[in-house]
Every structure is written in C-alpha cells, then in structure tokens.
Nanobody
Framework: QVQLVESGGGLVQAGGSLRLSCAAS????????MGWYRQFPGKQRELVAI???????NTADSVKGRFTISRDNAENIVYLQMNSLKPEDTAVYYC?????????WGQGTQVTVSS
C-alpha cells in the first residue's frame, strides 16, 4: 500500500504561482509514475501532468507552458509548479501514483485563484 501526502495548495491571485508537493509514504517502493489530476465541481477528474520513472512527462494542453511537473525519483516525491494561474485553474488537485498495476490517490488539496 502506498499513501500519498500532498501539500502546497491555497489561495492566490490571478497571475500568481503555487507549488504543490506530494510524497509517497514509503520511499523504498519503486513507483512507476506519479502525477497530478484536478477536479472541478460536478466534473470528473482530469489529467494535469504525469511523470514516468524514465523521465518522460505528459502535460495537459490547458496548462502547458504554465505548469511544470518534476520528480525526485529517489524519494518518490512529485512537484507541480504552477505559474500564471488563472481563475479557471480553481479546483481540487489530486496526487496520483502507480506502482505496478495499482494506482493510488492523495486526499486532494484545494487551489483557489481569485480574479
């Protein structure tokens, strides 16, 4: 079992920046992929960005150029640097990790961008 602990959400003005962090509970586990999803009220979760253990990343078009995912493979920590935030980025952001065929979710952290 892998537990994911997120931090870094909060309230920011439009144009500002936030950095989300997510750490897996057991850094000795090999995590294949880690990333971030977000969920708007009444909507399904959508991919924001994913980082695989081989260094490849996949970022949603809606945040490309503004959000950057990075990862510390040794410590199983993933970061999401969010710049030029817009009110439409307001959502609950969830950390996600895959180990083998199993996927795991964090508890979610609220990001609110005021206009």
């Amino acid at each position: 079992q892998v537990q994911l602990v997120e931090s870094g959400g909060g309230l920011v003005q439009a144009g500002g920046s936030l950095r989300l962090s997510c750490a897996a509970s057991r850094s000795t586990f090999r995590i294949n992929a880690m990333g971030w999803y977000r969920q708007f009220p009444g909507k399904q979760r959508e991919l924001v960005a994913i980082s695989s253990s081989d260094g490849t990343t996949n970022t949603a078009d809606s945040v490309k150029g503004r959000f950057t995912i990075s990862r510390d493979n040794a410590e199983n920590i993933v970061y999401l640097q969010m710049n030029s935030l817009k009110p439409e980025d307001t959502a609950v952001y969830y950390c996600w990790a895959r180990r083998g065929i199993s996927g795991y979710w964090g508890q979610g952290t609220q990001v609110t961008v005021s206009s």
